[in-house]
């Protein structure tokens, strides 16, 4: 069983689109995480979620929607897409204490 | 605010030389320090850790001792394959409060045959 899993793994779409990403873990962690990471590998923490709580919420376009149905879920959804959206996004989820995450294999965005 | 410095790469080794990758923090209190490793398409996953100072982690032959007196936590190996090729992240965790992991920029490692 896959510990965070994230759908889809790849998706290809045009500027402008909305999309979303969806994430679960069933590792019975209260946090969860978005990360974005660039072409030069670059990770970025973009938001957190604890039990279903926006804690943090970093210096992310408000296109981007985090929505947290349960604590096993952290959803992505981006709206009005642009080029420099194009990225790899990782789900992650931790426990409170020691904070180690655990990351999905990530969802590839790319937009035309 | 906290933060990871890690030596830039790419590093490039033949096989079975030996592997340093450097790592130094800045963080206050008593941070846990983690090495994470991403193989080419895939997530990061947890090399190794180690939540107090001279506490050393291991795995898979991979080492890091976390050095308070110099803030540290340098990964080393002592026989590299070509199958540890990969991006290598140095992270820490605050001690207090509800802030992420802290990663470092990552070091890609190339070994070669």
Redesign the interface.
């Known amino acids: 069983d896959t510990a965070?899993s994230q759908t889809p793994k790849y998706l290809v779409t045009q500027m402008g689109n909305d999309k979303s990403i969806k994430c679960e873990q069933n590792l019975g962690h209260d946090?969860m995480?978005w990360y974005k990471q660039d072409s030069?590998?670059?990770?970025k923490?973009m938001f957190?979620y604890?039990n279903k709580e926006l804690?943090?919420n970093e210096t992310v376009p408000n296109r981007f929607s985090p929505k947290s149905p349960d604590k096993a879920h952290l959803n992505l959804h981006i709206n009005s897409l642009e080029l420099g959206d194009s990225a790899v996004y990782?789900c992650a989820s931790?426990p409170s204490s020691?904070?180690?995450?655990?990351?999905?294999?990530?969802s590839r965005l790319t937009v035309l | 605010g906290d933060s990871v410095t890690q030596m830039e790469g790419p590093v490039t080794l033949s096989e079975e030389a030996f592997l340093t990758i450097n790592c130094t923090y800045t963080a206050t209190g008593y941070p846990?320090l983690?090495w994470?490793v991403?193989y080419p398409g895939?997530?990061?996953?947890?090399l190794l850790?180690a939540?107090k100072a001279d506490d050393k982690g291991s795995n898979k032959g991979f080492e890091a001792t976390y050095r308070k007196e110099t803030t540290s936590f340098h990964l080393e190996k002592g026989s590299v394959q070509v199958s540890d090729s990969a991006?290598y992240?140095c992270?820490l965790?605050?001690s207090s409060g509800?802030?992420?992991?802290v990663?470092g920029?990552?070091t890609?490692l190339s070994v070669i045959a």
């Open positions: 965070v946090t995480y030069k590998k670059f990770l923490i957190s604890n804690i943090i990782f931790s020691p904070r180690e995450l655990f990351f999905g294999e990530g | 846990s983690f994470y991403q895939e997530g990061l996953q947890l850790k939540t991006v992240f992270a965790s605050s509800n802030t992420p992991l990663f920029k990552g890609r």
